[in-house]
């Protein structure tokens, strides 16, 4: 439903026209490819969690580990909102051994390194942009287009 209403949003935005012809010049062979990254991300962030959940000693076989890594990800909220944190936590203590405290702390190691690093890489990122911007003068608007006629 979200979803739904994020790309309902963009297309107003971009003008539903203007955003299908966008979309028309994607380049369809490329698509394998981007899934394949996509898919080395993910598996990338779940070594990292398996990484973490050894450094805090919670044993957890990998196929379940899998699982609650997955169910975690896959919020359809914004950032999981709280979703994310609580099903992790909550599928980590249900499908292991491990102390509320121990799963606890192991959704919130995987959560700094994910989500709130990104977001502090995004602040850092508009901060530059922004100071960036202040230097460059600012561009006289384009005069208007007259049509022969």
């Known amino acids: 439903m979200l979803a739904a ?3 309902v949003g963009l297309g107003l935005y971009a003008d539903f026209g203007k955003l299908g012809t966008a979309l028309a010049g994607f380049r369809g ?3 394998p490819a981007v899934l394949a990254l996509t898919s080395v991300g993910y598996l990338l962030r779940f070594a990292r969690w398996q990484v973490y959940l050894r450094w805090i000693d919670i044993e957890v076989p990998a196929g379940r580990s899998l699982v609650i890594f997955l169910a975690g990800s896959l919020s359809f909220l914004p950032g999981g909102l709280g979703v994310a944190e609580t099903s992790m936590t909550g599928l980590l203590r249900a499908l292991s051994r491990t102390t509320a405290a121990g799963a606890a702390a192991a959704t919130v190691l995987i959560r700094i ?3 709130w690093y990104a ?3 995004g602040l850092v990122a508009l901060a ?3 100071r960036i911007a202040r230097r460059q003068p600012e561009s006289p608007p384009a005069p208007p287009t007259t049509r022969p006629g």
């Open 5 to 7: 209403g994020v790309a």
């Open 29 to 31: 062979e490329l698509f």
């Open 113 to 115: 390194a994910t989500l």
């Open 119 to 121: 977001v502090a890489v």
């Open 128 to 130: 530059v942009e922004e």
